[in-house]
């Protein structure tokens, strides 16, 4: 069985910095792409980043591109979002993700299949 469990989130202000970590458990972590969703009240939950099995390869939302950096230590089977310039919109529960499929549909939420609980972020204005 695969647990993620994410932690980091926190209440900021616009223009802040926070850092989110998702440890997971179970073998073969590096096999696996990993991503963050993220999802705001009344709002279906939205694609924010994935990062190849070695790292090596990025994808972001337009939304957070730039000011999102996702990262990965494959020794300690933990992915990381560090999160810039941060802004009331970006307020939401974040949740880290492990991608069950191949191909190029990094935003698809449906080619996931291990899901963490979620960390709230708030950013107030």
């Known amino acids: 069985q695969v647990q993620l469990i994410e932690s980091g989130g926190g209440l900021v202000q616009a223009g802040d910095s926070l850092r989110l970590s998702c440890v997971a458990s179970?073998?073969?972590?590096?096999?696996?792409?990993m991503g963050w969703f993220r999802q705001a009240p009344g709002k279906e939950r939205e694609f924010v980043a994935a990062?190849?099995?070695?790292?090596?390869?990025?994808y972001y939302a337009d939304s957070v591109k730039g000011r999102y950096t996702i990262s990965r230590d494959n020794a300690k089977n933990t992915l990381y979002l560090q999160m810039d310039s941060l802004k009331p919109e970006d307020t939401a529960v974040y949740y880290c993700?492990?991608?069950?499929?191949?191909?190029?549909?990094?935003?698809?939420?449906?080619?996931?299949?291990?899901w963490g609980q979620g960390t709230q972020v708030t950013v107030s204005s």
């Open positions: 179970g073998r073969s972590y590096s096999a696996y792409v």
């Open positions: 990062i190849s099995r070695l790292g090596v390869n990025t």
């Open positions: 993700a492990r991608r069950s499929i191949s191909g190029d549909a990094y935003s698809l939420a449906a080619s996931y299949d291990y």
